[in-house]
């Protein structure tokens, strides 16, 4: 109820303002006669009328966006607004008026039987800059009561009416016969004293994250944990550089995670040993209350599953992870028939498997052909790589990722596949292969990674999640589990599922591993969705658009 009740608040703040400042309008630039009066108000009502309505609007517009941050002042200034707009209707009383009276008065109701939901506070830097915002906006209207008194009109009588009538009304009341640029003077001059509140405003209302957790990261103590603890294959990811970092500060724990509204999103399972992790879902949770955010755990293995069960997160399942026992996998039998032809077909054409030192001054050679099949790729790919929840190349930063390139014998690469580590052994995080390359070279140079990694002890290898994947858990799915499969089965221009499952299935793995999000508080929801996406995307919308643009002209080329 609550989930529904929220956004009904901010929109009715959101419309409430809208609502003031039209009727704020009307009067503003126009001659009033005697008969208009009569109709409406007298002169002074009029304008007070105007300015408790236009203040209240703007301040409500502002607010409903420090409402969707789940900002304290946001909630604080939104029932003062509130006040404000009964004062302003109750000043001109007509027949709407215990309507919008009403209104306003559930709104206030609304928004303190709901406190509990806006807590998040302003950050210590953005209330001093705040604090200079206000002194700037006092100094604008004590030069304009100097101006209007030295140099304009003497008969604005400022010091009579006293400051609050020029910061709400700015002597509007003595001035509706003026001339136009005495108007104009007298609204630039409120503009810009209301320019510096909402400026102020809005600065109060920033996200107040504990930059703690989001600032100058240990990368080397997140890799050590990772190293230690990453049992997810995802763990390696939490190294790339799009993502914040939230530590514990009573155990030996990680998560890695980026903000996308008021979802904190999470890059895999929790990092720290399963005895300390209920002391780090504990941390984790406490964390995001204080600071109103949603928790959403991406591509989470059922390891850890109980232990957010007792948090109370809900999941719901994001594909299946092509897994290979390499103590059992081999290129017999006719599962693996098409990987096979493929490799004996790189084989034929001199094809053969390096694992790339990068360390060494000599493998700058291989390291530049990759960039360049790695840009010709993207270009063929025609749509922006996805971050977050997938890997780069690094190739500035390799640390403990494996790099096997499959090599001809002109000493060219053909293909490359960069294998990330975790604790039980790697995942084939990214493949890429020249357009214009032998065939086969990556079913090479997966067999033959695999089988090194096999030599070295490890027990397992990964070639990642196949998205959207055997979804449904049972006959009756959920209506998310439809909302996937049906993404899966129909939206292949977006994103082709299909095409890169059946890359991973004709290596037949030993397995299927299901994949999940996990998600607090329930029920999943579109702020969890849009957290999913946005996450993944490099660009906004007109940035994206952008991209494509740019794509197709060169395409034209």
Same mark, same amino acid.
């Given at each position: ?42 002169? $002074? ?32 200034? $939104? ?41 998040? !506070? ?46 709400? =009304? ?110 780090? !879902? ?68 001199? =094809? ?17 052909? !990759? ?79 695999? !089988? ?25 799915? $959920? ?79």
């Amino acid at each position: 109820m609550k989930r529904i009740l929220i956004p009904f608040i901010i929109a009715l703040v959101f419309l409430s303002g809208l609502r003031n400042i039209w009727y704020s309008l009307p009067f503003r630039y126009i001659d009033l006669d005697e008969e208009i009066l009569n109709r409406t108000l007298n002169m $002074s009502e009029l304008t007070l009328h105007h300015a408790f309505s236009i203040v209240s609007g703007v301040l409500m517009i502002v607010i409903a966006a420090g409402l969707v941050k789940r900002s304290y002042v946001a909630w604080i200034i $939104s029932i003062f607004a509130a006040t404000i707009s009964i004062m302003g209707h109750l000043i001109h009383i007509h027949t709407l008026t215990p309507f919008y009276v009403f209104i306003d008065i559930s709104l206030i109701l609304l928004l303190v039987f709901n406190k509990s939901h806006f807590r998040r !506070m302003p950050l210590k830097n953005h209330s001093l800059r705040a604090i200079f915002y206000l002194g700037s906006a006092f100094l604008v209207i004590f030069g304009y009561y100097q101006i209007s008194i030295q140099l304009l009109d003497q008969s604005l009588n400022i010091s009579t009416n006293g400051i609050f009538q020029v910061i709400l =009304l700015n002597g509007q009341a003595n001035t509706m016969q003026a001339s136009l640029g005495i108007k104009i003077f007298n609204d630039t001059v409120l503009f810009i004293f209301w320019a510096f509140i909402v400026g102020a405003i809005t600065l109060l209302m920033g996200s107040n994250l504990n930059r703690l957790f989001t600032e100058n990261p240990n990368v080397e103590k997140v890799r050590s944990l990772v190293l230690k603890f990453g049992f997810n294959p995802m763990s390696y990811l939490s190294l790339e550089n799009d993502k914040l970092y939230f530590f514990s500060k009573e155990v030996e724990g990680v998560c890695s995670y980026t903000i996308v509204g008021n979802v904190m999103a999470i890059c895999g399972d929790i990092i720290c040993s399963e005895g300390d992790a209920n002391e780090f !879902m504990h941390e984790l949770t406490q964390f995001a209350e204080e600071n109103a955010l949603d928790l959403l755990l991406m591509n989470i293995t059922d390891d850890y599953i109980h232990i957010y069960k007792n948090f109370g997160f809900g999941f719901l399942k994001c594909g299946e992870d092509a897994n290979f026992n390499l103590s059992e996998y081999s290129l017999k039998g006719g599962a693996v028939a098409k990987v096979r032809a493929a490799i004996n077909h790189a084989v034929k054409d001199g =094809l053969y498997v390096k694992e790339i030192d990068m360390a060494k001054e000599e493998s700058q050679i291989y390291i530049k052909q !990759m960039e360049q099949i790695s840009k010709n790729w993207l270009m063929a790919k025609g749509s922006p790589e996805l971050i977050f929840m997938l890997g780069k190349n690094n190739f500035d930063a390799p640390y403990n990722r494996r790099y096997f390139c499959a090599i001809d014998s002109e000493d060219k690469v053909n293909a490359y596949v960069v294998f990330n580590p975790y604790l039980k052994g790697y995942i084939a995080e990214i493949t890429r292969r020249d357009p214009n390359g032998k065939a086969g070279a990556i079913e090479m140079i997966i067999y033959e990674a695999f !089988m090194k990694f096999k030599e070295e002890g490890y027990t397992e290898c990964t070639m990642g999640l196949s998205p959207l994947y055997n979804v449904s858990s049972n006959d009756n799915p $959920s209506v998310n589990e439809k909302v996937f499969t049906y993404l899966y089965d129909h939206m292949t221009q977006l994103y082709d599922f299909k095409s890169l499952h059946h890359a991973k299935e004709k290596f037949a793995p030993t397995s299927w591993e299901s994949r999940f999000y996990a998600f607090k508080p329930k029920p999943f929801s579109i702020p969890f969705a849009s957290a999913i996406i946005r996450s993944q995307m490099p660009y906004n919308v007109l940035e994206l658009i952008k991209f494509f643009i740019d794509t197709k002209r060169k395409e034209m080329r």
